[in-house]
């Protein structure tokens, strides 16, 4: 019997401290001061997650809403669940990903083990979402061309030797994969790569994009590591990806998320920020995060800098 | 289902626990690479500070150091040992990837209660008793085996049974370095959002913790001294029953 209530008291608190670390990121502040009144100005909160791609791009956003006249409050948090509960709410604009919403909003729906509703075609993802975003109050701007995705890369010299320039080019091998422990049982992984491609693979946990990971392959312990799309380093570090020729990627095209109620008040917010997704593309933006995460510039400058460059800012 | 019915059920499924990559095999895993740390642990640091017990010099020096190793946090030091040329992520048979280096921080980490804890065993067995002991024209090779080694026993194995319940919570950390271990599924549980796998597994490392403890301090009252065993009765007869 006290065995079984130590154990209880330990789940019960790991629970309470899982609780705790949620609280630390709460967004729940000012939600009461919002100007009404159609369009130009007013008070804008964005929302986003903090790792320097989705901070660049949230820069992006904040300076448009700033050039337009809005005052806009950025908050960053460690992830995603941690802004979707405020949002819309306290929250106005999150600069989101098609397929990473998609799913999240059907798990909060329909529970931990739903199945994905999200798929490489972006048409389709965005289709079985739509219900979804109806219920939430949220809807969609126009997606970017640019899509954040799970990509697998080998040294050059890999590639060469063995003519290797597409995923498919791996079928029958036995692969080492260097990735991120949630690689396993994922579709746009470790099941993805076995099931759709056919390839052997032997996963080394080791991390996504991580030092590890890029040591693993250069290394030769690994054939295959995994990073992103947006990933500028690979060149440098003598790197290529493989082409995704089979589509196990869902569409994470960069997509503004707005609040329903707020898009119909300020409809103005609309025609910049589908301005910004048509400017970028995987090698821009996979440029530009290069200028933040090795080069140490400030997300606001590199933003500010690119907008100016393609005229979206004065 | 809630989290808690949910990590009851991953717990109570015959699945999680056998098969390659099951409970069952990680625990061994994680089992035999932290015994091994503890014995790597124990051949570095139990001679030095027996050795520095015994003659009662230099011990502000060897705890001082060995706290360091308290200080620096092990899986950096991990980090770092993977990241070197040697011992670097290379496969060491059962000791999974990177396990060398695994060994190293482990048996490390291992080092400060150990010596700290035998240090202070040996230089606590009582003044008088080592006047006695002396007196009773024992060499100091005699006096330690005879008299300190049996009195700061008690002492020592408290140290071992601390280090070994440390090694074992934190050969978790093999994970990190995808290495072997009940740390892969915890890493991998949270990494993949089922909750449920990692704090079951992180339950049952608890758990073996507290069952590792308890069979320690089983051991340890094995080797309590028995007056009249351990300690020469003649040195007994000199100190009375002060012991």
Not at chain 1, 108 to 121: F, L, M, Q, R, T
Not at chain 2, 1 to 11: A, H, I, P
Request: hydrophobic letters at 45%; aromatic letters at 6%.
């Amino acid at each position: 019997m006290t065995l079984r209530r130590t154990l209880i008291a330990a789940a019960l608190s790991g629970g309470l401290l899982i609780t705790a670390g949620c609280a630390g990121d709460d967004l729940a502040e000012d939600d009461d001061s919002k100007d009404a009144g159609s369009g130009g100005g007013g008070k804008v909160v964005l929302a986003s997650q903090s790792f320097d791609e989705a901070a660049l791009v949230t820069a992006m956003y904040a300076a448009l809403l700033d050039e337009a006249g809005y005052e806009v409050e950025t908050k960053l948090v460690d992830s995603r669940p941690n802004y979707l509960g405020e949002f819309p709410g306290s929250v106005d604009i999150v600069p989101e990903y098609v397929a990473g919403l998609g799913d999240q909003l059907n798990t909060d729906a329909n529970g931990e083990n739903a199945e994905p509703i999200s798929s490489s075609d972006l048409d389709a993802t965005l289709e079985a979402m739509q219900p979804l975003l109806e219920d939430k109050g949220l809807t969609l701007l126009e997606p970017s061309e640019a899509a954040s995705q799970n990509a697998y890369f080998v040294t050059q010299e890999y590639s060469e030797d063995n003519g290797v320039t597409r995923l498919s080019d791996l079928e029958g091998e036995s692969i080492k994969l260097a990735a991120h422990p949630d690689c396993a049982g994922r579709d746009d992984c470790e099941a993805g790569l076995t099931e759709v491609y056919g390839i052997d693979i032997e996963l080394l946990p080791l991390g996504y994009a991580s030092p590890q990971t890029y040591q693993s392959v250069l290394d030769g312990e690994s054939q295959l590591g995994q990073t992103g799309t947006l990933d500028g380093t690979l060149d440098d570090q003598g790197l290529v990806l493989l082409e995704d020729d089979r589509g196990i990627q869902p569409a994470q095209n960069l997509v503004p998320a707005v609040s329903v109620a707020f898009l119909e008040e300020h409809p103005d917010v609309e025609e910049p920020l589908n301005e910004l997704m048509a400017a970028l593309d995987n090698a821009t933006l996979g440029e530009l995060i290069v200028r933040v995460t090795v080069d140490r510039e400030t997300p606001e400058d590199v933003a500010e800098d690119f907008l100016e460059q393609e005229g979206l800012l004065d | 289902m809630s989290l808690f019915e949910l990590t009851w059920q991953y717990l109570t499924t015959a699945a999680s626990w056998t098969g390659s990559g099951g409970l069952l095999d990680r625990l061994a895993e994680q089992l035999l690479l932290t015994v091994t740390a503890l014995l790597m642990g124990l051949l570095v640091g139990l001679p030095v500070a027996l050795w520095l017990g015994h003659i009662g010099r230099g011990g502000f020096l060897a705890i001082n150091i060995s706290n360091i190793g308290r200080a620096v946090p092990t899986f950096a030091l991990l980090a770092v040992l993977v990241t070197a040329d040697w011992p670097g992520p290379a496969q060491l048979g059962p000791y999974g990837r990177a396990g060398l280096a695994t060994l190293i921080a482990l048996a490390l980490f291992a080092l400060p209660p150990l010596v700290t804890t035998t240090y202070t065993a040996i230089r606590e067995v009582p003044d008088d008793v080592l006047e006695a002991a002396d007196g009773m024209g024992m060499s100091g090779v005699q006096r330690f085996w005879r008299v300190e080694l049996p009195l700061a026993l008690p002492l020592m194995m408290s140290g071992v049974r601390l280090a070994l319940v440390q090694v074992w919570a934190t050969a978790t950390i093999a994970a990190l370095v995808a290495g072997p271990g009940v740390g892969a599924i915890i890493v991998s549980g949270f990494a993949r959002n089922h909750y449920s796998e990692g704090i079951g597994a992180a339950l049952v490392v608890a758990a073996v913790a507290l069952v590792l403890e308890v069979a320690a301090a089983g051991a340890q009252k094995l080797v309590e001294p028995t007056r009249e065993r351990r300690v020469p009765a003649k040195v007994r007869a000199v100190v009375g029953d002060s012991l």
